[in-house]
């Protein structure tokens, strides 16, 4: 069975030696008093000091505390958790990569403005929009990109419209960003099928409406397939049809959110285009527009001239900047990498075998974590461990605890709130049928074992169960925070 | 393919088409078209060559700054950073399985909190200027204000962001000025510009100018019914008072220069920092110290009903994805450098700025600096060519010139900024010592 490291767990902050760090032209520092204005002078600085091996030690010793993709399964419903090339890492840190600056002349920069030029591209044509921005930082930044377009768009129109709905069904970035362009959001509930409830939709949608924001196929893993019907009430009503990326790897080469007459979209390029998430970023949010929304993209837009690549800023209808400089390079880089590689047949190939994997997998489980609504799903589905709660109290939370057990990583839990103790199982392409084999029989066996090692589970890893309450209630987010809490727990003490 | 067919039949299809019959004929697309796929060879041959177009600052000098800057960065921060554990993982939504990032990022905020004196740290904002209208937004959370005020000497693009950022809660941004002499901030302006509706003031130590201003410390005494916003470069912090001694309620900053390259500017690092009891308020991912089962020490992401995927359309802010392995890697670089290391870095930096400033100033036609105060790695000079045009002559040269300033700051049209870091040579600078005098 995995058993997770467990390694010596001091802080960086509670070991101490002598930093050996050898600094260009350290010999000819001036004295401090001359360096800055009295009143901004630094008295002191309480920072760790040790030789570089021991930082090593302490990090690598840490990584194996941790679990990725390279170390297993990672079915984490919404997140699309593929495996990631090891291309990527090696063309990210090339010297023309890594050591440019972003505010080098044009001349100096052709090559890097070509691959984002190419990127914007592919991505028009893999999503059927017809331009692309590779600004946003990532997927909820793209989000809010978004919003702010649908706004300078109505705006211009000579229109206020101050709502924006969502299906109750959405991702939580969904109503954040919305909101924090300065929507209202509307929230519609989902109809009996786990789709968007047409009648609904329609009474929610009125001049007001600025977009309808939704991911296709649902979190649920269902294509909404009166895509089309709810595309026209959206429009009916003067309102943009905005699509969450999220879950693109499922249709891939099969529909695209242009057909689905979408106006705008984001993507997940650490998603859907195979760059490691980083635990937990950096990934990038680029984000695609039909024409009429073409010139409120954030500038500089990439321009090719008589041969050559421009940055252009002379867009009088554009909203600005969402981020500083161009967007996360090294991440786009990675992902333009896949996309050669891939091909289109091959990143169709990956949409097909993700959504093959999903239903295979939906299928071995069915018998003890049934998927409610419709049958067939695309690239992910949501079970529900509702019986083995009523018969042994064992609760979603649990079964994702335990899983962690056997050296898989746990899917989603709790999301979406339709399905009552949902897991949301997302396999991704990347996995063999023996892994999702392994994967079903794993989660089988935990239903049939004693309720109590379920319940005190994890017992392999690191640490065992880790309390949250107490996270939250004493909020100690430092060091500093930590020894300031110790210090007054022993004056209290005394 | 036979495991697939296997896995098919398991399902009681036939083809994989049938796995797609759920999307309606009217919406059907039939492949890409996408070139075929190629080999890896090939695709690492291809943009090898792609970027051998791009004139890179591995051994060429290069001056520019303005929130990226070419620095050092130790090898054993690639190697900590590049641990496949941590850079295939994700969100650590399973605290038990993810103890060694979950560490690693409190280690960064921990960094952060000695570094800003402030006690709560997030794990991230996507860059500098995303960190700032954040803070913007939480100044207004903080006491329900809506006039945030700003230098006019910042970068534009700066300026853009904040602007976008702050156009949805309606926040009010206002300029404030700088002293033409010194390049500090302008006292009398901004005390014009401070109202009863003032939410936050926002300073930088150093500034645009690379100027470190020695207004920062006064502004809270003078002005202490608005938030304090103070944006930092982290290296800077080696030799300067933390904001948070000095009254700062928010700290932002750029960490890129803490081991990370310059990457054309992506992915960037947004430091955030607060006191500790505007928690609540603050923007993103946050990991805190708590116990597990057995009563250990261990680690969790933490206040999460501030976050989108809780609190929905009330969240504080709607960060999901941000730059944690960034986080790390600051970690690590911070780790190595230490106490004194990074003393000496901020010492080094200033020292190799006065050289540059220096020798440039001897060069007739040229002023540096333009102000008159303490610098710390960047300085405003004035050229006698447009900067544009003497940008081109260098670059000619093989070397990487400064930032023309108009874009930035209209009043100053034949200026540039110049950035020296500890990688700046005495023989880079005698390249360009002797390139401008060439075009002069």
Partial sequence: MYRQARHDRRLIFELDGKSEIDLPHSDEVERLEDLAPPELLRESLDLPSLPEREVVRHYVNLSQMNFGVDNGIYPLGSCTMKYNPKYGDVLSSLPGVASIHPYQEEESIQGALRLMYELEKALCEISGMDAVTLQPAAGAHGEFTGMLLAKAYHAKKGEQRTQVVVPDSAHGTNPASAAMAGFEVIEIPSGPDGCVDLEALDAAVSERTAAFMITNPNTLGIFEARIRDIARIVHEAGALLYYDGANLNAVMGKTSPGIMDFDIVHFNLHKTFATPHGGGGPGAGPVGVKKKLEPFLPVPRIVLREGRYHLEYDMPDSIGKVRAFYGNFAVLVRAYAYILRQGGNGLKEASERAVLNANYLKHRLASVYPAPYKELRKHEFVVSCKKLKEEKGIRALDVAKRLLDYGMHAPTVYFPSLVEEALMIEPTESETKGTLDRFAEALLRIASEDPQLVKSSPHNTSVKRVDEVQAAKEAILSYRAYRRRMMRGAEKGS | ?440
């Fill in chain 2, 1 to 440: 393919m036979k495991r697939a067919g296997e896995m098919l039949s398991e399902l009681g299809l036939t083809s994989i088409d049938q796995l797609f019959e759920d999307i309606p004929p009217e919406v059907r697309i039939n492949g890409l078209h996408l070139p075929a796929g190629i080999s890896e060879a090939e695709v690492l041959r291809e943009i090898r060559t792609m970027m051998a177009m791009n004139l890179d600052a591995e051994g060429r000098p290069c001056f520019l700054g303005a929130g990226i800057y070419n620095h050092f960065i130790p090898s054993a921060v690639k190697t900590i950073v590049t641990r496949s554990e941590f850079i295939t993982s994700y969100t650590p939504y399973q605290p038990e399985i993810s103890q060694g990032l979950l560490q690693a990022l409190f280690e960064y905020q921990s960094y952060i909190a000695e570094l800003t004196g402030l006690e709560a740290v997030n794990s991230s904002n996507y860059d500098a200027s995303t960190a700032l209208g954040e803070a913007a937004t939480m100044c207004m959370r903080l006491n329900e204000r809506k006039r945030f005020l700003i230098p006019e000497a910042m970068n534009w693009e700066k300026k853009s962001v904040l602007q976008n950022y702050c156009s949805g809660p309606g926040i009010e941004v206002v300029e404030y000025s700088y002293d033409p002499y010194t390049g500090e901030l302008d006292l009398e302006d901004l005390r014009a510009k401070v109202t009863p509706d003032t939410s936050g003031i926002y300073v930088e130590v150093p500034n645009f100018f690379g100027v470190i201003d020695s207004h920062a410390p006064l502004l809270k005494k003078e002005f202490p019914e608005a938030a304090l916003v103070v944006g930092v470069n982290p290296i800077s912090l080696g030799i300067l008072k933390a904001p948070g001694d000095y009254g700062a309620d928010i700290c932002i900053g750029e960490g890129q220069p803490l081991g990370i390259p310059m990457n054309f500017g992506g992915p960037l690092l947004g430091i955030f920092a607060c006191r500790q009891e505007h928690v609540r308020k603050m923007p993103g991912r946050v990991i805190g110290m708590t116990k597990d089962a057995e009563g250990e020490r261990a680690f969790c992401m933490t206040l999460q009903t501030r976050e989108q995927h809780i609190r929905r359309s009330k969240a504080t802010s709607n960060i999901c994805t941000n730059e944690a392995l960034l986080a790390v890697a600051a970690a690590a670089y911070l780790g190595i450098l230490g106490r004194e290391g990074l003393r000496t870095l901020a010492k080094i930096n200033i020292s190799r700025a006065r050289k540059l400033q220096a020798l440039i100033d001897q060069l007739d036609g040229f002023d540096s600096p333009i102000f008159d105060s303490y610098h710390f790695n960047e300085f405003v000079i004035r050229t006698p060519l447009r900067p544009e045009k003497l940008n081109k002559l260098l670059l000619r040269k093989g070397i990487l010139g400064g930032l023309p300033l108009h874009r930035h700051i209209r009043q100053l049209p034949d200026h540039m900024l110049l950035c020296a870091t500890e990688l700046t040579s005495d023989e880079d600078m005698e390249r360009l010592i002797s390139a401008l005098k060439e075009v002069v």
